[in-house]
């Protein structure tokens, strides 16, 4: 709870100043720091999240069977290749990431005081790129880390797109 207060006063501070595409990028941080694999998800491009079930279904397609059963299946959440297809793009990323982070090691260490310092925009064509370092204590120990993502409109509003990161987990099943 104290981070999530903690972050919201972040975002409050931006307030008017902010942009449309910072406020963004805040939220962004806030769900991957407080590790809410649905936010994360409904922030996600829509393409992108399309994309990405493409790749599950794909390996779901595999002929490493035993592959899919031991690993992909369970991190979808599902026992069989049919539930899996069954699964809407936005289910199937929220569960992978969400059984992914159940785990990391530090997923139970209090993260506090996280900051944002803007490095970067740069416009390339309808995509937007941003590099940013984020600050925080993540179980007490100062960590700085710097990012940088691709953000494209979406029915008039900012979303995040995927980094090649996010999908280079499929390629083993091909």
Known sequence: MRFIVTFTSIIFAFGVNA???EILVDKYVAANLSFNCEQIAQLVHPDDLSFYKKKVDNSLKSSNKD?????LLPLLGVNTRQQA???GAEEA?????TNLIAKLPTKNLEIA??????LRK???GDTMVVTYKVMY???GISTQNIFQHGFKKYKDNWRVLLTPEALAY???YN
């Open 113 to 118: 005081n996280p900051e944002i310092e803007y």
């Open 85 to 87: 297809i069954k699964l």
């Open 67 to 71: 592959m899919v059963e031991e690993n």
């Open 93 to 97: 990323y929220t569960n992978i990431c």
């Open 122 to 124: 740069t416009n390339h």
């Open 19 to 21: 942009s449309e595409l």
């Open 170 to 172: 499929f390629a083993q």
């Open 137 to 139: 204590e993540l179980g």
